[in-house]
Nanobody, 116 residues
Framework: QVQLVESGGGLVQPGGSLRLSCAAS????????MNWVRQAPGKGLEWVSA????????FYTNSVKGRFIISRDNAKNTLYLRMNSLKPEDTAVYYC?????????WGQGTQVTVSS
């Protein structure tokens, strides 16, 4: 059974930082592209960042470029998202997604709230 478990969310002031983690089990983590996707209150899903299975290529939506860093540790089956210079518009539930060959797996999400 595939499980993706996110952690690290919380309440942070504007300009602050958080690091999200996603622990994966039940799948060949090292063979999956991994994504972070978020959903702000009252809005649809928004893709945030992606990382190649080997970790050598990363991609970001424009609104987080230069502020967020995606990384992975294939030895620990864990995906990370370092979020710096957080803004109120980054407030959302952040989901971890694993993708391979058209098959997608999702975590339950972790809430990030950026507010003073």
């Amino acid at each position: 059974q595939v499980q993706l478990v996110e952690s690290g969310g919380g309440l942070v002031q504007p300009g602050g930082s958080l690091r999200l983690s996603c622990a994966a089990s039940g799948l060949s983590f090292e063979n999956h592209w991994m994504n972070w996707v978020r959903q702000a209150p009252g809005k649809g899903l928004e893709w945030v960042s992606a990382i190649h299975s080997g970790g050598d290529s990363t991609f970001y939506t424009n609104s987080v470029k230069g502020r967020f860093i995606i990384s992975r540790d294939n030895a620990k089956n864990t995906l990370y998202l370092r979020m710096n210079s957080l803004k109120p518009e980054d407030t959302a539930v952040y989901y971890c997604n694993a993708r391979r060959g058209g098959v997608n797996y999702w975590g339950q999400g972790t809430q990030v709230t950026v507010s003073s």
